[in-house]
């Protein structure tokens, strides 16, 4: 069983929708729980991190999660073509100096259309 | 301020042949990660430097890979003899030593591997 599962899509939405994307993780050790995106042929970058459990806002990008349930979820409102990437959650237990390794999911490939 | 950089974008080689990826951190990351995506499956860890030191190799998949980090600046993969398992995109990122920080890994554009 992986780490962290996370469904790979491809996830279609007109623009404006509200979008969800989720993932499940097995590990209780994590603590920090990041969502990054990807764009083609570059590397991830990342949108918002959180501490343990709780949600976090950052413009129309929402994350939340719950350690209870083992869920972390990002919800992005107003969604735009430009929003049209792979968005991986990532997970780490940290460490003395901050994250340490990351435990990627597969990344969920989204498409807005215009 | 230059982000992450890696070098080749793209390598092409056969198996049996030697490969050697390079990875140029943001000027004064103390912490520099080695990660690979191969086809259809996430992006695994290899292996982590602080400095010039390793502090976790537990990624790594056999002893065909090795990485340096002479200096502690840029960090060198070299895989001997690459196999065709060993396609796929490795990633770089960095990371500022900071006690007080979560320190966000910055990201290179990865160089993609074809091994065949």
């Known amino acids: 069983q992986k780490e962290v599962e996370q469904d790979p899509g491809p996830l279609s939405v007109p623009e404006g929708a509200i979008v969800s994307l989720n993932c499940t993780y097995s590990n209780s050790a994590f603590q920090y729980f990041m969502w990054y995106r990807q764009y083609s042929r570059k590397g991830p970058e990342l949108l918002m991190y959180t501490y343990s459990s709780g949600n976090k806002e950052d413009g129309r990008f929402t994350a939340q999660v719950d350690k209870s349930s083992k869920y972390i979820s990002l919800f992005i409102r107003d969604s735009q073509p430009s929003d049209s990437a792979t968005y991986l959650c990532a997970m780490s237990a940290g460490g003395l100096t901050g994250f340490q390794k990351l435990v990627f999911g597969t990344g969920t490939r989204l498409l807005v259309s215009p | 301020e230059a982000g992450v950089t890696q070098f080749p974008s793209h390598s092409v080689i056969e198996k049996g042949q030697t490969v050697t990826l390079r990875c140029d951190p943001i000027s004064g990351h103390d912490n520099l990660y080695w990660y690979r995506r191969v086809m259809g499956k996430e992006i695994k860890f290899l292996l982590h430097?602080?400095?010039?030191?390793?502090?976790?190799e537990s990624g790594m998949p056999n002893n065909r890979f090795l990485a340096e980090r002479t200096g502690g600046t840029y960090s060198t993969l070299k895989v001997q003899p690459a196999e065709l398992e060993d396609s796929g995109v490795y990633f770089c990122?960095?990371?500022?030593?900071?006690?007080?920080?979560?320190?966000?890994?910055?990201f290179g554009p990865g160089t993609r591997l074809t091994v065949l």
């Open positions: 990122a960095s990371s500022q030593d900071d006690l007080a920080g979560d320190n966000e890994q910055f």
């Open positions: 430097f602080v400095k010039e030191s390793k502090q976790d």
